[in-house]
C-alpha cells in the first residue's frame, strides 16, 4: 500500500507522519525521562484527545479559565512523539502534560515506574474511523484522499497511523498493570461530562472547588470548545486550508458512523473487529440513544 502521498513512515510495526517526526526521534523517546508529575493523555487518533488536551489545560490552568491566558492547548499539552513547536520537552516546568499517539512498545520506558499518570481515552471505533476519514479533508488535498471504501480497508488491516486500533487498544490494555493508568471512554465523556471530570480530577488528585469544576465542564462541552480558539484547532484550518467549511471539531457525536458507513460496510467492520473486541473491557455504546 502507498502512504507516501499521505506522509507517511512505518517504523517498528507503526506508522508516523514523516512531515513531523523522524524515526530517530521516535526511538529516543525510549529513554525520555519522567517526572513523576508528568500527565500522559493517549489516545488512538480521533478519540477524544483535543477534548482531553482541553480538560486537562483547565483544570491545571487558571489562566485558560478565566480566560487571561491564551495558550493553545497543543502548546499545553504537546504531542510527545510529534515536537510540533520545537518545545523543550526536557525542562518544561512541572506538571508536564503531553498527549501522544504512540503505542505501548514505542513508550517511554521510564512510563512503566508508574509515577507519571496515565489517562487513556478510548472510543467506539467505528466512530473513529468516520471521524479520521473527514479529518483527512482538513489535512490532506483532494487528491491525496482515499475512497472511504479504500479507507475502510487500510482502517481494517491497520495500514493507518499509527497502527491497527485493534492492536493499540488492546495493547494498552493488556499492559495496564504496568502502568499508573486511568481508562475512560469518549462515550461515558459525551453522557456525563461532569462525571468524567470529576472521575480525572480523582485520578490527578486534584480537588477542584464546585465553582472551579462547573467552569471546567461549562468550558469543554462540544459547543463551548468550537468557539474557544485555545482549544479549537482553528489554526490547522487556517495553516492548512485544504478545503473550505472543514473543522476540526466537526460533529462531536457517538453514532455519526451510522450516517456514513452503509449497511455492507457496517457488517464488513462487524466481522473483522466486534467478535474480538469481546475480550476489551470497554463499554463502547454505539449510537447516541444507547444507554452506558
Ligand atoms: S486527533 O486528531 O487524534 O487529536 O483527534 P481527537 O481530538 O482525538 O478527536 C477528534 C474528535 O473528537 C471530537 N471532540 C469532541 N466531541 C465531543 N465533545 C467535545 N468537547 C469534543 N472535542 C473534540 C471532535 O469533534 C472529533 O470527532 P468528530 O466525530 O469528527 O466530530
Not at 508508574?114 to 474511523?129: E, G, S, T
Not at 483527512?136 to 482515499?146: A, C, D, H, R, V
Amino acid at each position: 500500500m502507498d502512504l507516501s502521498k499521505e506522509f507517511l513512515f512505518k517504523h517498528k510495526g507503526a506508522y508516523f507522519r514523516s512531515d513531523l517526526t523522524t524515526a530517530e526521534y521516535i526511538d529516543s523517546l525510549e529513554d525520555f525521562e519522567i517526572r513523576d508529575s508528568d500527565v500522559f493523555v493517549v489516545t488512538y487518533p480521533k478519540s477524544g484527545t483535543a477534548w482531553t488536551q482541553n480538560i486537562l489545560s483547565l483544570i491545571y490552568h487558571e489562566g485558560h479559565r478565566d480566560g487571561t491566558e491564551n495558550m493553545v492547548t497543543k502548546i499545553r499539552v504537546p504531542w510527545l512523539e510529534y515536537n510540533l513547536d520545537k518545545m523543550d520537552y526536557v525542562n518544561r516546568p512541572s506538571p508536564r502534560l503531553f498527549s501522544t499517539h504512540l503505542p505501548y512498545h514505542l513508550i517511554p520506558r521510564d512510563l512503566k515506574s508508574k509515577r507519571a499518570k496515565v489517562i487513556y481515552v478510548a472510543r467506539n471505533p467505528k466512530d473513529v474511523m468516520v471521524s479520521y476519514f473527514h479529518f483527512f479533508k482538513l489535512i490532506y488535498t483532494t487528491e491525496q484522499i482515499p475512497e472511504f471504501n479504500v479507507f475502510l480497508e487500510r482502517f481494517l488491516a491497520g495500514a493507518v497511523l499509527p497502527c491497527s486500533w485493534l492492536d493499540y487498544v488492546g495493547d494498552w490494555y493488556n499492559h495496564r498493570d504496568e502502568f499508573n493508568i486511568l481508562f475512560i471512554t469518549y462515550e461515558e465523556m459525551k453522557k456525563d461530562l461532569r462525571g468524567s471530570v470529576l472521575k480525572i480530577c480523582k485520578f490527578l488528585g486534584k480537588q477542584l472547588d464546585e465553582k472551579v469544576l462547573d467552569t471546567v465542564v461549562e468550558m469543554a462541552t462540544f459547543e463551548n470548545m468550537k468557539t474557544d480558539c485555545r482549544a479549537n484547532y482553528v489554526q490547522m484550518e487556517h495553516d492548512q486550508p485544504k478545503q473550505d467549511n472543514v473543522h476540526f471539531l466537526r460533529k462531536g457525536t457517538i453514532g455519526d458512523w451510522k450516517n456514513t458507513l452503509t449497511v455492507a460496510q457496517s457488517e464488513k467492520f462487524d466481522n473483522a473487529f466486534k467478535e474480538k473486541m469481546k475480550d476489551l473491557p470497554f463499554r463502547f455504546i454505539w449510537d447516541i440513544n444507547e444507554d452506558i
